[in-house]
C-alpha cells in the first residue's frame, strides 16, 4: 500500500468508467450513512458550509435544506457534473473543483460554520491529511462543526479510515477542537468536532 495521496486522474477514470463508482444513489450503506451523518448535526441550521468530497452531490442535496450556503468540492468534473444537475434547483449551493489540499477553494477566514469531510481523508497520505486539516481550521468560525464520515473496513489507500480520522482529529487539538459527538458502525464512523468541547 502506498502512502502517497492518490491523484486526481484516479478518481477521473473511476467517474468515466461508471456515473456513480461507489453506488451513492443506490446502496443501503449509503442511505443509512447520509441518514447518520443527517442526525449528527443536532438539528442546527447553518449559514455557511463547506463540503469537502461531495462526488455526484447526493448528501449536497440531502444537506441544502439545512443551510443557507454550501460550497461543495471534488476532484473529478464528470462527478460535479452530476452534482451540479442534481443540485439546480438550490441556488445557494455552488461548486469548486480541485485536488485536496493544495486546490483548497480561497475563503475568508472564519466563514464556514459546518466543515463535512465524507469518505475523503483515507485518500490523503498523513502529510496531506495534516495540510487539509489547517486549511480547514483556517476557515471554521469559533462556533463551526467539522463532521468527519469514514470507511473503515479494509482498504488499500494511502491511510485506514481509523488512522485518517485519528490524524485529523489530532491535528484539530492543536487549535482546541476536540470530539464532541462520535459513533462507530459495522464499516464506518462519524465523528464531530467543536471548539474547546471534550466529548467521547
Same mark, same amino acid.
Given at each position: 500500500?502506498?502512502?502517497?495521496?492518490?491523484?486526481? %486522474?484516479?478518481?477521473?477514470?473511476?467517474?468515466? =468508467?461508471?456515473?456513480?463508482?461507489?453506488?451513492?444513489?443506490?446502496?443501503?450503506?449509503?442511505?443509512?450513512?447520509?441518514?447518520?451523518?443527517?442526525?449528527?448535526?443536532?438539528?442546527?441550521?447553518?449559514?455557511?458550509?463547506?463540503?469537502?468530497?461531495?462526488?455526484?452531490?447526493?448528501? #449536497?442535496?440531502?444537506?441544502?435544506?439545512?443551510?443557507?450556503?454550501?460550497? /461543495? &468540492? +471534488? &476532484?473529478?468534473?464528470?462527478?460535479?457534473?452530476?452534482?451540479?444537475?442534481?443540485?439546480? +434547483?438550490?441556488? /445557494?449551493?455552488?461548486?469548486?473543483?480541485?485536488?485536496?489540499?493544495?486546490?483548497?477553494?480561497?475563503?475568508?477566514?472564519?466563514?464556514?460554520?459546518?466543515?463535512?469531510?465524507?469518505?475523503?481523508?483515507?485518500?490523503?497520505?498523513?502529510?496531506?491529511?495534516?495540510? @487539509?486539516? +489547517?486549511? &480547514?481550521?483556517?476557515?471554521?468560525?469559533?462556533?463551526? %462543526?467539522?463532521?468527519?464520515?469514514?470507511?473503515?473496513?479494509?482498504?488499500? #489507500?494511502?491511510?485506514?479510515?481509523?488512522?485518517?480520522?485519528?490524524?485529523? *482529529?489530532?491535528?484539530?487539538?492543536?487549535?482546541?477542537?476536540?470530539? +464532541?459527538?462520535?459513533?462507530?458502525?459495522? %464499516?464506518?464512523? *462519524? =465523528?464531530? @468536532?467543536?471548539?474547546? *468541547?471534550?466529548?467521547?
Amino acid at each position: 500500500m502506498s502512502r502517497e495521496s492518490w491523484p486526481g %486522474s484516479i478518481f477521473a477514470r473511476l467517474y468515466e =468508467d461508471h456515473p456513480d463508482p461507489w453506488g451513492f444513489e443506490t446502496r443501503e450503506y449509503e442511505r443509512r450513512k447520509y441518514a447518520r451523518t443527517l442526525a449528527a448535526l443536532g438539528g442546527r441550521h447553518f449559514d455557511f458550509a463547506l463540503e469537502l468530497g461531495c462526488s455526484i452531490g447526493v448528501m #449536497t442535496a440531502e444537506l441544502a435544506s439545512c443551510c443557507d450556503r454550501i460550497l /461543495a &468540492v +471534488d &476532484v473529478a468534473e464528470a462527478a460535479l457534473r452530476r452534482a451540479r444537475t442534481r443540485c439546480r +434547483d438550490w441556488p /445557494a449551493v455552488s461548486f469548486h473543483q480541485g485536488q485536496l489540499p493544495d486546490a483548497f477553494p480561497a475563503l475568508a477566514s472564519g466563514s464556514c460554520d459546518l466543515i463535512l469531510v465524507s469518505e475523503l481523508l483515507y485518500f490523503l497520505s498523513p502529510e496531506d491529511i495534516g495540510l @487539509l486539516a +489547517d486549511r &480547514v481550521l483556517a476557515v471554521r468560525r469559533p462556533d463551526a %462543526s467539522i463532521l468527519l464520515v469514514n470507511w473503515t473496513g479494509e482498504t488499500n #489507500t494511502p491511510c485506514t479510515g481509523d488512522e485518517a480520522a485519528d490524524l485529523f *482529529i489530532r491535528h484539530c487539538r492543536i487549535a482546541a477542537m476536540e470530539k +464532541d459527538f462520535s459513533e462507530r458502525h459495522d %464499516s464506518y464512523r *462519524i =465523528d464531530r @468536532l467543536a471548539n474547546g *468541547i471534550k466529548g467521547a
